[in-house]
């Protein structure tokens, strides 16, 4: 009897000692809403949306204690419309994210899975698209730049270093997995931050490659598939930004350039229209420029705003696009909040047939302007 409560007692103390060394977090955000928009394929629209500000999810988060400061840990991120229960990333599971690796307090973390690049992870903070002051709809024309992660990079490895009194940097490789051709639909990424006081910069780096045709991609088990912005052989993104925090505002600049090659296509998702829209196989470019701030009128009442301006280069065309944000939200809690926010989007064709589009949104305007209005609620878990 007294081995019996003796091996009890010891079994107990090792399960806790393991659950204090270990542990998992399950955790996300749903956000819905109800947006009209002034023009969308010719005619007005009312429709209840998922994700006006960030598209809901659901993950699991595990850190494993190794000792001496090294901890194994993983993400599995789902993404999914809470408006009929779809998912999203192309109908994956863990659409979002799905990786594995070991971190250390002094040097960082090495990573592998499904993962964003360093211009999301570094640069995506300072513009509004990247936090929940604006998020899907404030996103640059098609999403561009990705700074509202429409992509991920499968097949990655990727390492973030350690806060070095505010320095951090990083850098992802995604693998094409294809034999006797490294390169073929690969990807590569760095990037790095700065924070002093209130004062932010960051800097941040990414180029796709992949060899294309006019009809397909030729490895679709690369880096990216399906979910990829652009057709094109090369992508290459940078981009900068600046932010800086006074008492309760917040005031931030972000310029960032896509350059591409072999530009065959624009995605229909991101194109907002049936097929996308279809490239001369040239190269392509678009500069994107812009200013942001969000203030806190109160702990639990905060404004937020963005003017973009893009220029682009597309088949001998140079379009341009500004585009205006605005949003009003107000903390139920600290987890629930209920927002108002408004675009309006306005494309200067000069030569090219674009439609306005602002991104999220399920079709681009017949028209050069569109304007959304969206009333929502936000929570977190």
């Known amino acids: 009897m007294k081995k019996t409560v003796m091996l009890a007692a010891l079994t107990g103390a090792f399960a806790t000692a393991a659950h204090a060394q270990s542990s998992v977090t399950l955790y996300g955000l749903i956000d819905a809403g109800i947006t009209y928009t002034s023009n969308q394929a010719g005619h007005s629209n009312w429709q209840e949306t998922d994700g006006a500000i960030n598209t809901s999810r659901w993950g699991l988060r595990g850190s494993e204690d190794l000792g001496g400061g090294l901890n194994a840990i993983f993400t599995l991120e789902n993404g999914f419309n809470v408006t009929n229960g779809a998912l999203r990333q192309d109908s994956r599971l863990f659409g979002r994210q799905a990786f594995v690796g070991l971190s250390g307090d002094q040097y960082g973390a090495v990573t592998l899975g499904r993962q964003y690049d360093s211009v999301v992870d570094y640069l995506g903070p300072l513009a509004l698209t990247g936090t929940q002051y604006g998020g899907t709809f404030f996103a640059h024309p098609f999403d561009n730049d990705n700074l509202d992660n429409d992509f991920r990079v499968d097949n990655s490895v ?115 229209v049936s097929g996308g829209i279809a490239l001369d196989g040239g190269s392509a470019r678009f500069n994107n420029y812009e200013v942001n701030g969000h203030y806190f009128i109160t702990p639990a009442i905060s404004l937020a705003g963005a003017y973009t301006y893009t220029d682009a280069s597309l088949d001998g065309a140079n379009p341009k696009w500004n585009q205006v944000n605005l949003q009003a939200a107000y903390l139920l809690s600290k987890r629930t909040e209920v927002y108002l926010q408004g675009e309006y989007q306005h494309v200067t064709e000069d030569g090219a047939s674009i439609g306005a589009m602002i991104n999220g949104l399920s079709a681009a305007s017949a028209t050069n302007s569109q304007v959304a209005v969206t009333a929502g609620i936000r929570h977190t878990f």
């Open 158 to 272: 990727k390492f973030q270093s350690a806060n070095y009194n505010g320095f951090k940097f990083g850098a992802l490789y995604g693998f094409s997995n294809e034999a006797g051709a490294f390169a073929n639909n690969r990807a590569y990424s760095f990037g790095a931050s700065y924070n002093y006081s209130g004062l932010t910069v960051a800097a941040g780096y990414l180029q796709l490659n992949s060899d294309v045709t006019s009809v397909a991609v030729t490895n679709t088990n690369g880096a990216l598939d399906g979910d990829a912005t652009f057709f094109a052989g090369r992508q290459r993104t940078w981009g900068a930004g600046v932010k800086y925090v006074f008492g309760p505002a917040t005031a931030g600049f972000v310029f960032t350039q896509t350059l591409l090659n072999q530009a065959f296509g624009i995605s229909a998702s991101q194109a907002g």
